[in-house]
Nanobody, 127 residues
Framework: QVQLVESGGGSVQAGGSLKLSCVAS?????????VGWFRQAPGKEREGVAA????????YYADSVKGRFTVSQDNAENTQYLEMNSLKPEDTAIYYC???????????????????WGQGTQVTVSS
């Protein structure tokens, strides 16, 4: 099965930017139809923020991050990226990437659709 490793988290001030990476090993990303990005803040449920169809390139974003976050993929590096701009304190959370074998549309940002998860990377945004 695929193994996913996130990196790139850190601490920034509001308005700043970070770029997270998710490297897949074991299988190419394109083996899995969908790769999603999720976050979980203390005391809150895991929230889907972005997702991408690995073979077609279509992307989906939660309303809370639309226009600020961008997902991209480098097939040669077997890596997905989540570029986060104009960060807000409410973006503070542990961020995870996850992979799903199947393609989903209306439920693409639902955590239960994803079987393979990385360990997460902390993002902290200060005001």
């Amino acid at each position: 099965q695929v193994q996913l490793v996130e990196s790139g988290g850190g601490s920034v001030q509001a308005g700043g930017s970070l770029k997270l990476s998710c490297v897949a090993s074991g299988y190419p990303f394109t083996t899995y139809c969908t790769v999603g990005w999720f976050r979980q803040a203390p005391g809150k449920e895991r929230e889907g923020v972005a997702a991408m169809y690995t073979r077609g390139g279509s992307t989906y974003y939660a309303d809370s991050v639309k226009g600020r976050f961008t997902v991209s993929q480098d097939n040669a590096e077997n890596t997905q990226y989540l570029e986060m701009n104009s960060l807000k304190p409410e973006d503070t959370a542990i961020y995870y990437c996850a992979a799903a074998r199947f393609c989903y549309s209306s439920t693409i940002l639902r955590a239960y659709r994803y079987s393979y998860w990385g360990q997460g990377t902390q993002v902290t945004v200060s005001s």
